[in-house]
């Protein structure tokens, strides 16, 4: 998921070095305005280790990519701030000259504040896919295998391209989106050991399918496929195994809340109380603060979900539950962080306007789905 979601509020800005006067206006310089100008004094240039891209972006973006580390720098230099002359025009001059400085500074804290992904059209499609998801669970379970069939082979489209176009590896798409497909209905058909021998098969098609290109190479491109099997369908069976239960819909609910959740009070601490880095070098917005949110927030909402959504659970499971998936739900994040600095690029995609591309959707899902559907089983059972 987005990183800013973690992000620290902005602080106070820093004044940024200030104009060079006289030398840089020419012989034209009115020596009376530069006895009326007080320049800030120069604040150190703090290092920034905090591994942005090199646009200063975070890779999970929703509102503060520009700040980063303890204190932040403005993008430009702003102009020295002025004392208002004497005479009977000093007030007016007062509110005409530093005051508007000072407002365009909060100003510009606020629109970096407020830059990156359309909030808007991130409600509303996240809301659009709420709704085709609970509507395919409690209507027909055979179409939300679908729908997860459809979303793993768009994530195996997105990965395999990114690989191809930033690393030159070139993992086969078709045998991984073919496999793909069939370790997910397999899972949902013949549980785990369905997806096992599915995960098998596809790993030996991407091989033999390599081989029909020229050596050079060879390893690595088999390597990243069977990366991509594992990473993208294989974790994403789990759910459909998890849905193969009698009570399979109110499982794989239970988890998109408890992910969902985890997400939200990430976002929601980390962004109003959020200080200190969590892991600077790999997604400088995430805070341990954010991180402390993401627990209490799930914890919450597992022990609702397990004693009145889970036939036979009880409330301390579901704190057990929602503090394992908030745990895994940041690794996940992370982890997708990792790749995608590798890559150096933001976002996997852009399909989906306001999130980015289907991977950055998946990234906190896919590690979570096998523990919830572990812990489900040893808490009430298979089903």
């Known amino acids: 998921m987005n990183d800013s979601s973690w992000g620290a509020p902005p602080s106070t800005g820093l004044w940024g070095p200030p104009d060079q006067g006289p030398a840089s206006a020419g012989p034209a310089y009115d020596e009376r305005v530069a006895q009326q100008t007080r ?39 702003q102009e020295p701030m002025t004392t208002p002359p004497t005479g009977p025009d000093g007030p007016d001059r007062e509110r005409g000259g530093a005051e508007p400085r000072r407002e365009a500074g909060r100003g510009a804290a606020r ?19 709420g709704a085709v998801i609970v509507a395919a ?38 045998p991984l989106a073919v496999g793909g497909a069939a370790m997910v209905v397999a899972g949902y058909v013949r549980g785990a050991e369905g997806a096992w021998v599915a995960m098998a098969l596809t790993t030996l098609a991407v091989l033999v399918w390599r081989m029909t290109e020229p050596p050079e190479d060879y390893l690595k491109d088999v390597t990243a496929g069977v990366f991509a099997a594992f990473y993208v369908p294989f974790l994403a069976t789990f759910v459909t195994m998890m849905l193969a239960a009698d009570d399979g819909s109110w499982r794989v609910l239970v988890f998109l ?31 341990r603060e954010g991180l402390f949110g993401a627990i209490g927030f799930a914890m919450a909402a597992g022990a609702l979900c397990m004693q009145f959504l889970i036939d036979g659970g009880s409330w301390w499971q579901g704190l057990l539950l929602g503090l394992a998936v908030a ?57």
């Open 39 to 77: 320049p800030m004094p120069i604040v150190p240039d703090y290092p920034d280790d905090a591994g942005r891209d090199a646009d200063g972006r975070d890779d999970r973006d929703r509102g503060a990519s520009h700040l980063g580390g303890p204190l932040f720098r403005s993008d430009s230099p």
């Open 111 to 129: 629109e970096k504040k407020k830059a990156g992904r359309d909030l808007r059209a991130a409600i509303g499609v996240g809301v659009g896919l």
């Open 137 to 174: 669970l409690f209507v027909v379970k055979e179409v939300f295998v679908g729908v997860v069939v459809v979303a793993v082979v768009v994530g195996l489209w997105e990965l395999t391209s990114r690989l191809q176009e930033r690393k030159g590896i070139k993992a086969p798409l078709v």
């Open 257 to 287: 809340l408890l992910t969902v959740v985890s997400d939200t009070g990430a976002y929601a601490v980390g962004w109003r109380f959020g200080r200190r880095k969590l892991a600077p070098r790999i997604s400088p917005g995430k805070t």
């Open 327 to 383: 745990v895994t739900a940041t690794l996940g994040d992370l982890g997708e962080s990792m790749i995608k600095r590798d890559l150096g690029i933001k976002d996997m995609g852009t399909l989906l306007p306001g999130h980015g591309g289907i991977m950055d959707r998946l990234d906190s899902l896919l590690p979570t789905a096998p523990v919830v559907w572990l812990l489900l089983v040893i808490f009430v059972g298979s089903g």
